[in-house]
């Protein structure tokens, strides 16, 4: 019985020291081989299916040559809603080009709050000859001797047009003051004349719609590292882009000055959270239908938001008073 036991012992032992000792030789190079694979495994289920493919290809039957994919529940409800809300923009897109109609969207926040990403989704299926994305580079030599709102006012939308601008003269309210592109004369100043400008806009019958997508430091951070190694977000990448991490509280600030100083009742601001940037887009979405009545129009009811993703510009304005001096509690 003695030597069976020994016997039994042994492997037991050698098991544990396989455990703590590292492979060599061709044990060693398969590790890495099978690692590598492992890493490739996880780049590869990193990849996203093209925005609309579930949804297009949920009921389609199980063929030769087809591979099922599973795919979150939310992310059918997203897609199945987001094309809902595109058919009604392409209705809205028409009544604006009818009645002659003249649309502004501004599209605001920090750095990889989804913007972008918002404006692709709501020009995805528009008319181009109708919609317009204006996304200007930082002003040159010319317009830097113009009046400040110049380049911007040549951009207005005329009878018909849609005109979404990605970033716009808020940039002195914000991004200027904090990387020091501009003065501390230059931001009052403009502070103190955008509601008049805006005023001036509204009056005249252009509709004005003001979004500022909120995303929260941990998750803009997130969003930075995600630039930094997918190829395909490369071109997101600016010098700036860290800064903004660094630059956190004094972007709360200036965010802080530009509401107090900008919200108006004609010209009011709109905050998106947006650290879930679907529900941003959709919410951004219903938000900017729901400002306009056009014909065939869905009810009330599917276009109603979420409390908790669409805040309106004074409970943004109580909100930061509230938390100005607790900024890690804030939510961008």
């Not at 690692?35 to 299916?49: E, F, G, H």
Request: proline letters at 4%; hydrophobic letters at 35%; charged letters at 35%.
């Amino acid at each position: 019985m003695a030597k069976e036991d020994k016997k039994k012992s042994k492997p037991k032992n050698k098991s544990k020291k396989s455990e703590l000792t590292p492979a060599k030789g061709k044990t060693a190079g398969k590790s890495k081989a099978e690692a590598n694979n492992k890493d490739n495994q996880k780049k590869k289920l990193k990849k996203k299916l093209i925005e609309h493919t579930a949804f297009k290809n949920k009921d389609k039957l199980k063929k030769k040559g087809r591979q099922a994919v599973y795919v979150k529940k939310f992310v059918l409800e997203y897609e199945d809603e987001l094309h809902k809300l595109q058919i009604e923009l392409l209705k809205m897109q028409k009544h604006v080009k009818n009645e002659g109609l003249r649309i502004m969207a501004l599209f605001e926040g920090r750095d990889a709050a989804g913007k972008g990403g918002t404006i692709k989704r709501i020009t995805e299926h528009l008319n181009p000859r109708g919609t317009r994305v204006v996304a200007l580079l930082a002003p040159d030599d010319r317009e830097q001797t113009q009046w400040y709102f110049q380049r911007y006012i040549q951009h207005f939308p005329s009878a018909g047009e849609i005109v979404l601008f990605d970033r716009s003269w808020y940039n002195r309210a914000m991004v200027e003051p904090v990387m020091g592109f501009c003065t501390d004369e230059q931001n009052k100043r403009f502070l103190k004349d955008v509601p008049f400008l805006e005023e001036m806009i509204v009056k005249d019958g252009i509709i004005l719609l003001k979004f500022f997508f909120s995303v929260s430091k941990n998750m803009q951070l997130a969003r930075f590292d995600s630039r930094e190694t997918d190829p395909l977000k490369h071109f997101k990448i600016s010098p700036v882009d860290r800064m903004a991490q660094d630059l956190w509280d004094d972007y709360t600030v200036r965010k802080f000055q530009m509401l107090n100083e900008t919200n108006r009742t004609l010209a009011p601001w709109t905050i998106i959270r947006s650290d879930n940037k679907k529900l941003a887009r959709l919410n951004c979405i219903k938000t900017m239908l729901s400002k306009i009545d056009y014909e065939d129009k869905i009810s009330k009811k599917e276009l109603q938001t979420d409390p908790d993703i669409v805040v309106s510009g004074i409970d943004e304005i109580r909100f930061l008073e509230k938390y100005l001096l607790k900024p890690t509690e804030l939510p961008g």
